[in-house]
């Protein structure tokens, strides 16, 4: 009994032993994952939230040399970075465009890609209403008018929504929250995306994108929401925007290579559309001396519509959700398919 206390106490002091000299290199056993991007405080915030994973704040000029040993990457997917991340199994970005992240490195690897969709839906789809409303109700005329101290009662034309029918390319996260707040305005909403979408109350009908044609002639209102992706580029041209009703409105809250710039412009020059907002375009940032800038019905913002008071706490919370997720070794949420870019 004696050797066996004996061998018992020795056992411990080795374990501890041990113990101190992992601890002491500074080996965890968690998984390591380089966050960029986070304030302090939001930093600090994900850090007591999971504590199960060795969560390394790093700043644009530590990435390459943090994410060496790096089980996952937080907050970009710099092609530099990725290179440099031999370990790395996933990686999580802020936005919800991967356009950026499309290159072979990243696409052909086993690395697991997740973006930031559907969270930034609500403060983007009200965006879209701003931009169509500041149109449907001159606001537009309204602020050029205030500046020149101008009453102006006569300059004023607008329409109601209600009864109107709006047209969706791009049915996903985004597009389902504009969805959503169009048929509470009263109007008709159709869409087209090329997956099946299950049935919303907001929705009319989904077709596929081959039926575009079919439903722009029935559109007073379209909305671009798509991903920009090989089959989506440009698919906004002469012919879809001749085929659209004359004096309908044009919103794009997407990606500006969706549309063809130089047909947006023709139609804009023939009087065929009765108004455009944009928050995203092609050339970005649209120069000085563009013609987009020259017309009286377009209303043009710098691609802002993402950002709202909520939308950094939806992100935090996605990270924590998915760093909680990775570190159990269960699915993450909003995995891209990294072959078809959304």
Known sequence: MASYRCFAAMLSILCSS????VLGQGLDPRPRVVVTGLSDEQLKEVKRAVPEVEIIAAGKEELTEKVVQADALVGTCDPKVIRAGKKLRWVQIWSAGVERCTYPDLVNSDIILTNAKIIQGPEIADHAMALLLTLTRNMNVAVINTRNERWGKGDYDPIELRGKTALIIGIGGIGTQVAERAFAFGMRVLAVDPKDIPF???????????????????????????????????????????????????????????????????????????????????????????????????????????????????????????????????????????????
């Open 18 to 21: 041990l113990t101190f000299t």
């Open 200 to 342: 919303q109350r907001a929705v009319e009908r989904v077709g596929k994108p081959d039926e575009l044609h079919e439903f722009l002639p029935q559109a007073d209102v379209v909305f671009m929401c798509a991903p920009h992706t090989r089959e989506s580029e440009g698919m906004m041209g002469q012919e879809e925007f001749s085929l659209m009703k004359h004096g309908a409105y044009f919103i794009n809250v997407s990606r500006g290579k969706t549309v063809k710039t130089n047909a947006l412009v023709q139609a804009l020059k023939k009087g065929h559309l009765a108004g455009v907002g944009l928050d995203v375009m092609d050339p970005e940032p649209l120069p000085e001396g563009h013609p987009l800038w020259k017309f009286h019905n377009i209303v043009i913002t710098p691609h802002i519509a993402t950002r709202s008071d909520y939308s950094w706490v939806r992100r935090v919370e996605l990270a924590k959700e998915n760093l909680k997720r990775f570190a159990k070794g269960l699915p993450l949420r909003h995995i891209v398919d990294k072959g078809k870019g959304y």
